[in-house]
């Protein structure tokens, strides 16, 4: 079987940069029997130190402060964008522009808008586009969409959906580029729901209207030094800025199926520290499932009966995926693997030329339903998914 050969650019090289380095590197360990070979090419990152570090921590053969030379690179074939949302825009639409396929790191943009403008570049220059929603390649999450979709579960009545995090919850945490508007945009709309909304379409299918409402809970923080940390790093000394986006929000969904819903998202909640999950609900059972405790799920089968209840599930290489990190049940994974899972994905569409998901058009149908949470705002009332214009 020949080999393919595909030349990875990364522009941003911050933790989800090294992140993603590790994803690509882990390809041919973790899919041996895959054909695809991504060769770490050029890596660019603002700080000059923090691109070299990462050349030579990962083994590109090119390092740059300027993220522009990653497009004009001729062995780049695919561009991995890990910035900051409000260089989304500039750098994706540019990307797609230069003829390379491009994974771009959530929400896409700081706003729908953004959003959408990008998707829609993307469309028109005919490339190859992947969105870093990890939390859909858990086995246990795999595993739930088999038995929604074999039937198992019956007609689904109900899902809740949530991502709550406390990243945020010390009042000492920095003033990081998450928390500000004209960095961010959308606060826990843009970094939390992204995920919780992508992973409810997935599951049970797309969303007909929403309401919503946000709060922001923590109103100053102190102010973070450029290019040091990160979203976790506190300090207690020096001067404060207002937070100029949400820290909470929450949503009433209803599916074109008919599904009744929930969404529910929060980055200072105390208590859960990385807990994405969902709990549905159908005519003949129900399933759970939380990221805390990524490699199982429970699982209530109503032809159980009489013993009523849920059963603990571990993940094991009868699911979806796990067998490619481990053999046995109950070894888990963890999230550098679900990385690399990804990374796998969007090489072999990259490679057959056939675009998988999720790409720009189920990040659109994400960032069509935070336009409506945020219209929601303003009327109080339900609003209908449109299309952005």
Known sequence: MATRKIGIGIIGMGWMGTVHSRAYRAIPD??????????????????????EKARKRFGFAECTTDWRQVLSHPEVDVVNI????????????????????????????????????IAHAAEKAGVITW????????????RTLELIQDGTLGQLTHYRGWFLVGYASDPYSVLSWRLQEDLAGMGALGDLMSH????????????????????????????????????????????????????????????QNGVHGTLETCRVIQGPQSEIGFS????????????????????YLAKDEPERGYRRVMTGPQHPLHA???????????????????AF????????GEQGEPGFE????????QSAIKRSWASESWEHIKPID
Request: hydrophobic share 40%; with cysteine; aromatic share 8%.
């Open 131 to 142: 969105v870093g929603f990890n939390y859909r390649w858990p086995p246990a999450v795999q």
């Open 345 to 352: 994905h969007f090489m072999q569409s990259v490679a057959r």
């Open 30 to 51: 973790r899919f041996p029997a895959c054909d695809i070979v991504p060769e770490l090419i050029i890596c660019a990152d603002e700080q000059e130190a923090r691109a």
């Open 196 to 255: 919780a909304a992508d992973m409810a379409m997935m599951l049970v299918g797309p969303i007909t209207r929403v309401i919503g409402q946000r709060e922001t809970f923590i109103k100053e923080r102190p102010v973070a030094t450029p290019g040091q940390g990160d979203h976790y790093t506190t300090n207690k000394d020096g001067p404060t800025a207002p937070v100029t986006n949400e820290d909470y929000v929450s949503a009433l969904v209803r599916f």
């Open 280 to 299: 549905i609900h159908g005519t003949k059972g129900s399933i759970r499932w939380d990221f805390e405790r990524m490699n199982e799920f429970e699982l």
């Open 324 to 342: 490619h990190f481990s053999p046995g049940a109950g070894i888990g994974l963890g999230y550098d693997d679900l990385k690399a899972i990804e």
């Open 362 to 369: 189920q990040v659109l149908a994400v960032a069509e339903v």
């Open 82 to 117: 890990a910035t900051p949302n409000h260089l989304h825009l500039e750098q994706a639409t540019a990307a797609v522009a230069a003829g390379k396929h491009v994974l771009c790191e959530k929400p896409v943009g700081r706003n729908p808008e953004e959003t959408a403008a």
